[in-house]
Antibody, heavy 123, light 110 residues
Framework: QVQLVESGGGVVQPGRSLRLSCAAS????????MHWVRQAPGKGLDWVAV????????YYADSVKGRFTISRDNSKKMLYLQMNSLRTEDTAVYYC????????????????WGQGTLVTVSS | QSALTQPPSASGSPGQSVTISCTGT?????????VSWYQQHPGKAPKLMIY???KRPSGVPDRFSGSKSGDTASLTVSGLQAEDEAEYYC??????????FGGGTKLTVL
């Protein structure tokens, strides 16, 4: 069965960096685009970034553009999110999500989600 | 770009039908047939219920259906059951390679 397991969250001071990881299993990782979506405590869902199946395309929400970088290693079935210059408003649970098949990654629904990893940005 | 607009709450009795709206613009909901709906129970990850406006993933009951008219998409839950009580979010592809979510609707089964 499809499994997505995020890791790397924690407490970090404003301005510092953090790298999140998402380990995928149960499906052919190398043929699916992947997203990061976040959810601040008690708030709604907020799209962060997407990467195509082969890493050739990546897109970001305006709120993280220039600070966050999405990447993937298909040989290891891993997705990453490098987060730099963190702000208090980046505090959230970060989910990785697999795209549903049939359309390009940026347009697809997210058919499987991990359980999330909490990032807290605080001094 | 602004988030999509959803009513904060909706409710219905068991067996009834309820419809949740998701309003955007011609740059997102109205311009593309890439609207999805997610169900989220407290403390859990979201679950895909509808994609590409009206398609249901395998395993999602056919009590859940989606539609779109102009800049507004809708999720209808028929034959409400207690386990349908959850938060529901819409999302849409938007111009310039963006993805927008709605603010969420808390569905209460009375």
């Amino acid at each position: 069965q499809v499994q997505l397991v995020e890791s790397g969250g924690g407490v970090v001071q404003p301005g510092r960096s953090l790298r999140l990881s998402c380990a995928a299993s149960g499906f052919t990782f190398s043929i699916y685009g992947m997203h990061w979506v976040r959810q601040a405590p008690g708030k709604g869902l907020d799209w962060v970034a997407v990467m195509s199946y082969d890493g050739s395309n990546e897109y970001y929400a305006d709120s993280v553009k220039g600070r966050f970088t999405i990447s993937r290693d298909n040989s290891k079935k891993m997705l990453y999110l490098q987060m730099n210059s963190l702000r208090t408003e980046d505090t959230a649970v970060y989910y990785c999500a697999k795209v549903s098949p049939g359309v390009t990654a940026i347009k697809a629904g997210f058919d499987y989600w991990g359980q999330g990893t909490l990032v807290t940005v605080s001094s | 770009q602004s988030a999509l607009t959803q009513p904060p709450s909706a409710s219905g009795s068991p067996g009834q039908s309820v419809t949740i709206s998701c309003t955007g613009t011609s740059s997102d909901v109205g311009g593309y047939n890439y609207v999805s709906w997610y169900q989220q129970h407290p403390g859990k990850a979201p679950k895909l219920m509808i994609y590409e406006v009206s398609k249901r993933p395998s395993g999602v009951p056919d009590r859940f259906s989606g539609s779109k008219s102009g800049d507004t998409a809708s999720l209808t839950v028929s034959g409400l059951q207690a386990e349908d009580e959850a938060e529901y979010y819409c999302s849409s592809y938007a111009d310039s390679n963006n993805v927008l979510f709605g603010g969420g609707t808390k569905l209460t089964v009375l």
